[in-house]
Protein backbone atom coordinates (compact mmCIF):
# COMPACT_ATOMS: atom_id res chain seq x y z
CA UNK A 1 0.00 0.00 0.00
CA UNK A 2 2.66 2.24 0.82
CA UNK A 3 4.57 1.67 -2.41
CA UNK A 4 1.58 2.13 -4.53
CA UNK A 5 0.74 5.38 -2.20
CA UNK A 6 4.21 6.90 -2.88
CA UNK A 7 3.54 6.13 -6.27
CA UNK A 8 0.44 8.31 -6.54
CA UNK A 9 2.19 11.18 -4.72
CA UNK A 10 5.03 11.73 -7.34
CA UNK A 11 2.17 11.71 -9.84
CA UNK A 12 0.93 14.62 -7.93
CA UNK A 13 4.09 16.08 -7.71
CA UNK A 14 5.88 15.63 -11.23
CA UNK A 15 2.70 15.15 -13.83
CA UNK A 16 -0.13 16.98 -11.70
CA UNK A 17 2.76 19.71 -10.50
CA UNK A 18 1.01 20.39 -7.45
CA UNK A 19 2.00 22.67 -4.93
CA UNK A 20 4.20 21.01 -2.08
CA UNK A 21 1.59 22.25 0.34
CA UNK A 22 -1.18 20.70 -1.27
CA UNK A 23 0.87 17.71 -1.81
CA UNK A 24 2.06 17.77 1.84
CA UNK A 25 -1.76 17.56 3.22
CA UNK A 26 -2.70 14.95 0.89
CA UNK A 27 0.10 12.39 1.88
CA UNK A 28 -0.99 13.34 5.58
CA UNK A 29 -4.63 12.66 5.12
CA UNK A 30 -3.87 9.80 2.90
CA UNK A 31 -1.40 8.24 5.61
CA UNK A 32 -4.07 8.54 8.48
CA UNK A 33 -6.31 6.51 5.76
CA UNK A 34 -3.59 3.87 5.63
CA UNK A 35 -2.99 3.93 9.57
CA UNK A 36 -6.41 3.01 9.98
CA UNK A 37 -5.78 -0.15 7.31
CA UNK A 38 -3.00 -1.21 9.40
CA UNK A 39 -5.50 -1.42 12.22
CA UNK A 40 -8.36 -2.80 10.67
CA UNK A 41 -5.97 -5.57 9.24
CA UNK A 42 -6.84 -4.33 5.90
CA UNK A 43 -3.40 -5.44 3.53
CA UNK A 44 -4.25 -3.55 0.37
CA UNK A 45 -5.91 -0.48 -1.36
CA UNK A 46 -8.42 -2.90 -3.16
CA UNK A 47 -9.98 -4.20 0.58
CA UNK A 48 -10.81 -0.92 1.31
CA UNK A 49 -14.51 -1.08 1.11
CA UNK A 50 -17.04 2.24 1.77
CA UNK A 51 -18.12 0.52 5.16
CA UNK A 52 -14.56 0.70 6.53
CA UNK A 53 -14.09 4.53 4.99
CA UNK A 54 -17.15 6.00 6.71
CA UNK A 55 -16.68 4.07 9.89
CA UNK A 56 -12.86 5.91 10.07
CA UNK A 57 -14.58 9.28 8.92
CA UNK A 58 -17.32 8.71 12.05
CA UNK A 59 -14.56 7.80 14.23
CA UNK A 60 -12.40 11.05 12.73
CA UNK A 61 -15.18 13.10 13.41
CA UNK A 62 -15.95 12.20 17.51
CA UNK A 63 -12.28 13.07 17.38
CA UNK A 64 -12.58 16.65 16.62
CA UNK A 65 -12.12 16.74 13.36
CA UNK A 66 -13.30 19.23 10.93
CA UNK A 67 -16.22 18.60 8.18
CA UNK A 68 -13.53 20.66 6.36
CA UNK A 69 -10.56 18.54 7.09
CA UNK A 70 -12.67 15.29 6.82
CA UNK A 71 -13.47 16.87 3.03
CA UNK A 72 -10.26 17.46 1.63
CA UNK A 73 -9.36 13.64 3.38
CA UNK A 74 -12.65 11.87 1.10
CA UNK A 75 -11.23 14.30 -1.87
CA UNK A 76 -7.36 13.42 -1.40
CA UNK A 77 -9.02 9.32 -1.35
CA UNK A 78 -11.09 10.18 -4.06
CA UNK A 79 -7.75 11.37 -6.51
CA UNK A 80 -6.07 8.23 -4.74
CA UNK A 81 -8.51 5.53 -6.13
CA UNK A 82 -9.01 7.54 -9.69
CA UNK A 83 -4.78 6.91 -9.95
CA UNK A 84 -5.02 3.38 -9.04
CA UNK A 85 -8.41 2.59 -11.18
CA UNK A 86 -6.36 3.99 -13.99
CA UNK A 87 -3.09 2.40 -13.30
CA UNK A 88 -5.36 -0.90 -12.87
CA UNK A 89 -4.45 -1.69 -9.17
CA UNK A 90 -7.92 -1.57 -8.04
CA UNK A 91 -11.76 -1.58 -9.09
CA UNK A 92 -14.02 0.49 -7.21
CA UNK A 93 -13.25 3.96 -5.24
CA UNK A 94 -15.03 3.57 -1.48
CA UNK A 95 -15.42 7.36 -1.38
CA UNK A 96 -17.97 7.48 -4.06
CA UNK A 97 -21.20 8.55 -2.57
CA UNK A 98 -19.55 9.69 0.46
CA UNK A 99 -19.76 13.17 2.28
CA UNK A 100 -18.19 14.91 5.47
CA UNK A 101 -20.52 15.23 8.61
CA UNK A 102 -22.02 18.80 8.04
CA UNK A 103 -20.39 21.38 10.20
CA UNK A 104 -20.79 25.20 11.10
CA UNK A 105 -18.91 27.23 8.09
CA UNK A 106 -16.88 29.71 9.85
CA UNK A 107 -16.92 33.26 8.02
CA UNK A 108 -13.54 34.50 7.42
CA UNK A 109 -11.90 37.28 9.73
CA UNK A 110 -11.36 40.35 7.77
CA UNK A 111 -10.41 44.19 9.04
CA UNK A 112 -13.16 46.53 8.30
CA UNK A 113 -12.05 49.73 6.20
CA UNK A 114 -11.38 52.07 8.66
CA UNK A 115 -8.77 49.22 10.61
CA UNK A 116 -7.58 48.32 6.88
CA UNK A 117 -6.30 52.36 6.33
CA UNK A 118 -5.46 52.70 9.80
CA UNK A 119 -2.51 49.99 9.25
CA UNK A 120 -1.72 50.99 5.71
CA UNK A 121 -1.93 54.97 5.93
CA UNK A 122 0.54 55.27 9.07
CA UNK A 123 4.18 56.85 8.80
CA UNK A 124 6.62 54.95 6.79
CA UNK A 125 10.10 55.31 7.43
CA UNK A 126 12.35 55.55 4.50
CA UNK A 127 14.87 52.05 5.19
CA UNK A 128 14.98 49.15 3.59
CA UNK A 129 12.72 47.15 6.20
CA UNK A 130 9.93 49.25 6.40
CA UNK A 131 9.77 50.19 2.60
CA UNK A 132 9.45 46.83 2.18
CA UNK A 133 7.21 45.06 4.17
CA UNK A 134 4.45 48.20 3.55
CA UNK A 135 5.07 47.06 -0.30
CA UNK A 136 4.05 43.70 0.89
CA UNK A 137 0.87 44.78 2.74
CA UNK A 138 0.17 47.12 -0.18
CA UNK A 139 -0.03 44.41 -2.72
CA UNK A 140 -1.54 41.82 -0.35
CA UNK A 141 -4.66 44.32 0.21
CA UNK A 142 -4.54 46.13 -3.20
CA UNK A 143 -4.27 42.49 -5.53
CA UNK A 144 -5.88 39.94 -2.87
CA UNK A 145 -2.89 37.66 -3.23
CA UNK A 146 -2.57 34.25 -1.36
CA UNK A 147 0.65 33.96 0.65
CA UNK A 148 1.96 31.22 -1.80
CA UNK A 149 1.62 33.80 -4.61
CA UNK A 150 3.42 36.49 -3.07
CA UNK A 151 6.31 34.74 -1.91
CA UNK A 152 7.26 33.57 -5.68
CA UNK A 153 6.71 36.84 -7.18
CA UNK A 154 9.72 38.06 -9.53
CA UNK A 155 10.47 41.76 -10.74
CA UNK A 156 9.13 40.17 -14.56
CA UNK A 157 5.50 39.78 -13.10
CA UNK A 158 5.52 43.39 -12.46
CA UNK A 159 3.90 45.87 -14.84
CA UNK A 160 3.62 48.56 -12.95
CA UNK A 161 3.09 51.15 -16.09
CA UNK A 162 -0.19 49.76 -16.48
CA UNK A 163 -0.75 48.83 -12.78
CA UNK A 164 -0.61 45.05 -13.30
CA UNK A 165 0.69 41.62 -11.52
CA UNK A 166 0.69 38.23 -13.35
CA UNK A 167 0.75 35.25 -10.44
CA UNK A 168 0.55 31.76 -10.62
CA UNK A 169 -1.91 30.34 -8.43
CA UNK A 170 -3.30 27.09 -7.47
CA UNK A 171 -3.01 24.24 -10.00
CA UNK A 172 -0.45 26.22 -12.02
CA UNK A 173 -3.15 28.64 -13.50
CA UNK A 174 -1.95 31.79 -14.00
CA UNK A 175 -3.94 35.02 -13.46
CA UNK A 176 -3.41 38.94 -13.99
CA UNK A 177 -4.16 41.00 -11.50
CA UNK A 178 -4.67 45.16 -11.26
CA UNK A 179 -2.46 46.93 -8.85
CA UNK A 180 -4.29 49.71 -6.72
CA UNK A 181 -2.37 53.23 -6.73
CA UNK A 182 -1.20 53.12 -3.36
CA UNK A 183 0.37 49.47 -4.07
CA UNK A 184 2.33 51.15 -7.03
CA UNK A 185 3.39 53.91 -4.91
CA UNK A 186 4.93 51.41 -2.23
CA UNK A 187 6.31 49.48 -4.77
CA UNK A 188 8.08 52.56 -6.37
CA UNK A 189 9.45 53.21 -3.21
CA UNK A 190 10.81 49.68 -2.49
CA UNK A 191 12.35 48.85 -6.05
CA UNK A 192 15.34 51.37 -5.17
CA UNK A 193 16.08 49.62 -1.88
CA UNK A 194 15.61 46.57 -3.18
CA UNK A 195 18.28 46.74 -6.06
CA UNK A 196 20.88 47.80 -3.07
CA UNK A 197 20.66 44.32 -1.83
CA UNK A 198 22.22 42.89 -4.70
CA UNK A 199 19.71 40.17 -5.31
CA UNK A 200 20.82 36.86 -7.27
CA UNK A 201 17.61 35.95 -8.82
CA UNK A 202 14.40 38.09 -9.69
CA UNK A 203 12.64 37.74 -6.50
CA UNK A 204 10.54 40.97 -5.84
CA UNK A 205 10.69 40.81 -2.09
CA UNK A 206 13.99 40.12 -0.21
CA UNK A 207 16.07 40.07 2.58
CA UNK A 208 19.17 42.67 3.19
CA UNK A 209 21.09 39.78 1.84
CA UNK A 210 19.19 39.53 -1.09
CA UNK A 211 17.83 36.47 -0.51
CA UNK A 212 14.11 35.80 -0.98
CA UNK A 213 11.77 36.13 1.58
CA UNK A 214 10.21 32.84 2.35
CA UNK A 215 6.36 31.92 3.82
CA UNK A 216 7.26 32.04 7.16
CA UNK A 217 9.33 34.71 6.72
CA UNK A 218 6.36 37.27 5.21
CA UNK A 219 3.96 35.50 8.10
CA UNK A 220 6.03 37.44 10.73
CA UNK A 221 6.64 40.65 8.82
CA UNK A 222 2.38 40.76 8.85
CA UNK A 223 1.93 39.96 12.05
CA UNK A 224 4.58 42.23 13.55
CA UNK A 225 3.02 45.21 11.44
CA UNK A 226 -0.61 43.86 12.79
CA UNK A 227 0.96 44.15 16.50
CA UNK A 228 2.47 47.58 15.69
CA UNK A 229 -0.51 49.20 14.08
CA UNK A 230 -3.77 47.91 15.28
CA UNK A 231 -2.76 45.86 18.80
CA UNK A 232 -4.08 42.72 16.93
CA UNK A 233 -2.86 39.40 15.45
CA UNK A 234 -2.77 40.10 11.50
CA UNK A 235 -1.71 37.17 9.14
CA UNK A 236 -1.60 37.36 4.85
CA UNK A 237 -4.92 35.49 4.61
CA UNK A 238 -6.78 37.95 6.34
CA UNK A 239 -5.75 41.22 4.04
CA UNK A 240 -6.88 38.74 1.43
CA UNK A 241 -10.34 38.33 2.96
CA UNK A 242 -10.50 42.06 3.71
CA UNK A 243 -9.82 42.50 -0.27
CA UNK A 244 -12.68 40.11 -0.99
CA UNK A 245 -14.72 41.61 1.22
CA UNK A 246 -14.90 45.35 0.89
CA UNK A 247 -14.52 44.50 -2.85
CA UNK A 248 -18.03 43.40 -2.87
CA UNK A 249 -19.61 45.19 -0.30
CA UNK A 250 -18.65 48.02 -2.98
CA UNK A 251 -19.51 46.64 -6.56
CA UNK A 252 -21.78 43.66 -5.50
CA UNK A 253 -19.84 41.68 -8.08
CA UNK A 254 -19.15 37.91 -7.30
CA UNK A 255 -18.72 36.50 -10.16
CA UNK A 256 -15.23 39.55 -10.21
CA UNK A 257 -13.89 38.86 -6.96
CA UNK A 258 -14.00 34.92 -7.65
CA UNK A 259 -11.76 35.88 -10.74
CA UNK A 260 -9.63 38.22 -9.15
CA UNK A 261 -9.29 35.68 -6.78
CA UNK A 262 -8.63 32.82 -9.04
CA UNK A 263 -11.59 30.50 -7.21
CA UNK A 264 -12.33 27.78 -9.33
CA UNK A 265 -15.87 27.09 -7.47
CA UNK A 266 -17.99 30.51 -7.05
CA UNK A 267 -18.73 28.63 -4.20
CA UNK A 268 -16.17 29.30 -2.29
CA UNK A 269 -16.48 32.99 -3.15
CA UNK A 270 -19.79 32.79 -1.78
CA UNK A 271 -18.56 32.36 1.80
CA UNK A 272 -18.06 36.20 1.83
CA UNK A 273 -21.74 37.29 0.74
CA UNK A 274 -24.22 36.36 -1.70
CA UNK A 275 -24.81 39.67 -4.18
CA UNK A 276 -26.00 39.91 -7.37
CA UNK A 277 -23.65 39.90 -10.50
CA UNK A 278 -22.21 42.95 -12.18
CA UNK A 279 -19.94 43.58 -15.26
CA UNK A 280 -16.55 42.90 -14.55
CA UNK A 281 -14.19 44.89 -16.75
CA UNK A 282 -14.74 48.23 -14.68
CA UNK A 283 -15.11 46.64 -10.76
CA UNK A 284 -11.78 47.11 -9.52
CA UNK A 285 -10.66 50.50 -10.43
CA UNK A 286 -15.02 51.88 -9.16
CA UNK A 287 -14.65 49.73 -5.97
CA UNK A 288 -11.36 48.67 -4.61
CA UNK A 289 -10.87 51.71 -1.78
CA UNK A 290 -7.33 51.37 -2.57
CA UNK A 291 -7.41 51.14 -6.73
CA UNK A 292 -9.31 54.36 -7.25
CA UNK A 293 -7.24 57.06 -8.67
CA UNK A 294 -7.11 60.40 -7.31
CA UNK A 295 -8.71 63.16 -9.22
CA UNK A 296 -5.06 65.10 -9.24
CA UNK A 297 -3.21 62.02 -11.18
CA UNK A 298 -5.91 62.13 -14.25
Avoid at 125 to 134: G, H, K, M, W
Wanted: charged share 25%; hydrophobic share 35%; glycine share 8%.
Amino acid sequence: MERQLDAYCEHLRSERQVSPHTLQAYRRDLDKVMGFCAKEQIGSWSALDIQRLRRLIARLHQQGQSSRSLARLLSAVRGLYQYLNREGLCNHDPAIGLAPPKGERRLPKTLDTDRALQLLDGGVEDDFIARRDQAILELFYSSGLRLSELTGLDLEQLDLADGLVQVHGKGSKTRVLPIGRKAREALHGWLPLRALSNPPDDALFVSQQGRRLGPRAIQLRVKAAGERELGQNLHPHMLRHSFASHLLESSQDLRAVQELLGHSDIKTTQIYTHLDFQHLATVYDSAHPRAKRSKDSE
